[in-house]
């Protein structure tokens, strides 16, 4: 089974930056796309960025200019640099990797922005 390891969340204060990292491992043989997702406290559950294997990207509109995703292929990582953070930015995150027929979720990582 495919396992999905993300790190890089923690508590910032508003402005601040932060990096967030997702590997995956396994049986993989193709990936269609990367993503990452978010649900903040009392919401459901919400696309932040998502990226195919040629570098297309889509961003949630709250989030373009401030957040970055990229990946490396060879790795298969997915990485989301989040900059200008504020308050409204607090949320679980997760990854995501589409394989054909079948998606795959990381365990999550929380994110909390002070003011």
């Known amino acids: 089974q495919v396992q999905l390891v993300e790190s890089g969340g923690g508590l910032v204060q508003a402005g601040g930056s932060l990096r967030l990292s997702c590997a995956a491992s396994?049986?993989?043989?193709?990936?269609?796309?990367m993503g990452w997702y978010r649900q903040p406290p009392g919401k459901q559950r919400e696309l932040v960025a998502a990226?195919?294997?040629?570098?297309?990207?889509n961003y949630a509109d709250s989030v373009k200019g401030r957040f970055t995703i990229s990946r490396d292929n060879a790795k298969n990582t997915v990485y989301l640099q989040m900059n200008s953070l504020e308050p409204e930015d607090t949320a679980v995150y997760y990854c995501?990797?589409?394989?054909?027929?079948?998606?795959?979720w990381g365990q999550g990582t929380q994110v909390t922005v002070s003011s």
């Open positions: 995501n990797i589409v394989l054909p027929g079948r998606t795959y």
């Open positions: 396994g049986n993989i043989f193709r990936i269609n796309a």
């Open positions: 990226i195919t294997i040629g570098g297309i990207t």
